[in-house]
Nanobody, 117 residues
Framework: QVQLVESGGGLVQVGGSLRLACSASVRTENMWRMGWFRQAPGNEREFVGA????????EYTDSVKGRFTISKDNARNTVYLQMNSLKPEDTAVYHC??????????WGQGTQVTVSS
């Protein structure tokens, strides 16, 4: 059973930065990508970005490009989400997830990010 644990959330002012981490208890051969999602009250869950374990290719939703960066540490089964130039619209619960080739199959419990003005 794979467990994902997020950390690093908190309260930050507009324009500030936070780094989230997601650690997986184990990394299996079918875990191709690690991703970040977020959900604000009243909104649908939104894909933020993802990274491939092998090769490190990343992708991001347009609203965070240039501000957020995903990185990884394969040896520690950990991925990071560096968030800069934060906006109130970034306020949400952020979840990490692990994917097979076809779907997101493991999910963390989430960590709250609040950006205040």
């Amino acid at each position: 059973q794979v467990q994902l644990v997020e950390s690093g959330g908190g309260l930050v002012q507009v324009g500030g930065s936070l780094r989230l981490a997601c650690s997986a208890s184990v990394r299996t051969e079918n875990m191709w990508r690690m991703g970040w999602f977020r959900q604000a009250p009243g909104n649908e869950r939104e894909f933020v970005g993802a990274i491939f374990w092998s090769g490190g290719r990343t992708e991001y939703t347009d609203s965070v490009k240039g501000r957020f960066t995903i990185s990884k540490d394969n040896a520690r089964n950990t991925v990071y989400l560096q968030m800069n130039s934060l906006k109130p619209e970034d306020t949400a619960v952020y979840h990490c997830a692990a994917s097979s080739r076809n779907s997101w199959v493991y999910w963390g419990q989430g960590t709250q990010v609040t950006v205040s003005s």
